[in-house]
């Protein structure tokens, strides 16, 4: 008698309905909220706070006349390169980043430094949201205690603190291969690529995503 084989496939968690959909958000918001305010509580001011987490910076490059500069690395390095380009193809130094990259930041240059700042905050605050709505998303539908390590860890990365302080590009890059995936997920075929490409334009890193699955899958065929 014929036996069908058990489908050993990954299968995603059945949807728990509205509730546990609730309980996901408030134990994946829950510590980045408490965080927040002890980090209010704590530190009281943004100089502050820069001290604690990069004090040379925070005393060196970062430092203007009013205080520790918000987004100092799109002040010191971005915002500036946008100026050069307006005079010619130079670069400004401490800026290690793609062309495409640089042109971005041309178009930026075109406000005032105040509006370009608010700008450039606004998209690395919304790649940062991003990341911290994924678990939600149903390409990562963990559960609730997942969701509650995943907020601690979340809250309390160094390196996520340092992105948002210094308004750095890693998160802006890491939210562009996540929606990459989520659209793949979906069942769209070429914005995947056109997200991916758009990360790799300003750090060449997130390419590996496709480059090294797609050559272990040619070495595992050709094997």
């Known amino acids: 008698m014929a036996t069908e084989s058990p489908d050993h496939s990954r299968q995603l968690p059945a949807d728990d309905g509205h509730c546990g959909s609730v309980i996901r958000a408030i134990a994946l918001l829950a510590p980045v909220a408490v965080v927040a305010l002890l980090a209010w509580i704590y530190f009281r001011s943004y100089d502050q706070f820069m001290l604690a987490l990069d004090r040379n910076s925070a005393l060196g490059p970062c430092r203007g ?6 987004l100092c690395d799109f002040a010191n390095h971005y915002y500036p390169q946008g100026q050069a380009l307006a005079k010619g193809p130079v670069v400004v130094p401490g800026f290690y980043y793609s062309a495409f990259f640089a042109l971005c930041m041309r178009g930026l240059a075109t406000f005032t430094y105040p509006i370009a700042r608010a700008i450039w905050g606004t998209v690395v605050m919304a790649a940062t949201l991003v990341l911290l709505l994924a678990p939600l ?6 559960t609730p205690r997942s969701c509650l390590v995943y907020g601690c860890i979340f809250a309390t990365s160094l390196p996520l603190w340092h ?17 990459a995936f989520l659209a793949r997920d979906r069942g769209h075929l070429a914005l995947p690529g056109v997200l991916i490409g758009l990360a790799a334009s300003i ?4 390419a590996t995503v496709v480059l090294l699955p797609g050559l272990y899958m040619q070495a595992f065929t050709k094997a």
């Open 65 to 70: 006349a009013t205080g520790v500069r918000p």
């Open 137 to 142: 998303t149903r390409l990562l539908r963990l």
């Open 163 to 179: 992105d948002l302080a210094f308004g750095q590009v890693s998160a802006i890059t890491t939210a562009l291969v996540i929606l």
């Open 203 to 206: 750090k060449f890193y997130p």
